[in-house]
């Protein structure tokens, strides 16, 4: 945490790191040809803008909006970034199968395990307690063969960077190297607790859902996605202040052990990619020059 009391987040995205403060968001990239590059745009979060964003339950279904919106743009950025905008622009058509196969893979992760479990023919409970260990393996085997692909063993180490700066600024305000390689790769407020709060708190409500037709099916879980996402983020908070209680500990449990898979023990090159974000965002958020030396190493990319 800053002196400001701004808290920072992040994410891996391609050749970099993401890191988000309240007040903007900032990329750190190192291209293709070894160069790094550093982006920094403002943005105030949907939390952060009025009494209902900000309001329990309801600030968690707008971080989650968030966190799509910013990732989603920052990995394109980063993308262009990395291939120094040499690539050709993808076709429509690319786009369209692009998308549709996302959705596909969406509605087959909400949907998907409650019509695999429907054969079953049992209890609106136990089809409900099935359906949610049905999502948590299809999550958990994505993971891992997502995990087996070149590109994202360097994303888990690129987030495992981005894991050991923050922790570090958070605990010495510190950016320095060696402080910054001692920290664990792994974090009790990182993104990947936040999808396993979501299937663990799945686990415990689904069985309160009624057994329904595919249509009503489709959206209920969609529903509940929105629900499960509001309660797991006012879990995630809690953790975070209250890290050392035995409940923080057991909600933040399968989060941190997934970590073992979704990061990676990072280079000296990404970390230094990872503290260039870091002290970007922190320069611009709090109105600082502390940290100049670091960005002098880049070059600012300019959009428009």
């Not at 786009?95 to 695999?116: D, M």
């Not at 922190?282 to 880049?298: M, P, V």
Request: aromatic share 10%.
């Amino acid at each position: 945490m800053s002196d400001l009391d701004i808290s920072y987040g992040g994410q891996a995205v391609i050749g970099g790191v993401l890191i988000q403060s309240p007040k903007g968001w900032s990329l750190g990239v190192r291209d293709k040809d070894n160069d790094l590059h550093r982006y920094y745009e403002s943005r105030v979060p949907l939390v952060r803008r009025n009494k209902f964003w900000s309001s329990p339950f309801i600030r968690g279904f707008g971080a989650l909006i968030d966190s799509m919106y910013v990732g989603f743009k920052a990995i394109t950025l980063s993308e262009k970034i990395y291939s120094k905008y040499e690539d050709e622009e993808e076709s429509l058509i690319s786009k369209i199968i692009t998308y549709t196969v996302l959705i596909a893979v969406l509605l087959l992760f909400i949907a998907g395990p409650r019509l695999l479990v429907e054969t079953i023919g049992s209890s609106q409970v136990a089809t409900g307690v099935v359906e949610g260990i049905f999502r948590g393996i299809i999550v958990i085997v994505y993971i891992y063969l997502i995990g087996r692909t070149k590109d994202a063993q360097e994303l888990f180490e690129y987030h495992g960077a981005e894991h050991m700066t923050i922790a570090s600024f958070e605990d010495k305000q510190s950016l320095e190297f060696e402080d910054v390689i001692k920290y664990p790769k792994e974090h009790i407020r990182c993104g990947t607790s936040f999808l396993f709060l979501i299937v663990f708190i799945s686990l415990l409500t689904l069985p309160f859902i009624p057994n329904l037709n595919l249509l009503l099916t489709t959206i209920t879980r969609l529903l509940h996605v929105v629900l499960v996402s509001m309660i797991s983020y006012e879990v995630l908070k809690f953790n975070f202040k209250n890290s050392h209680s035995l409940i923080a500990k057991i909600f933040a449990a399968p989060g941190l052990w997934t970590q073992k898979i979704t990061t990676k023990e990072p280079s000296a090159d990404q970390i230094e990619v990872a503290i260039l974000s870091m002290a970007n965002c922190i320069n611009n958020s709090e109105g600082s020059t502390r940290f100049d030396k670091i960005l002098s190493k880049a070059q600012e990319v300019e959009i428009g």
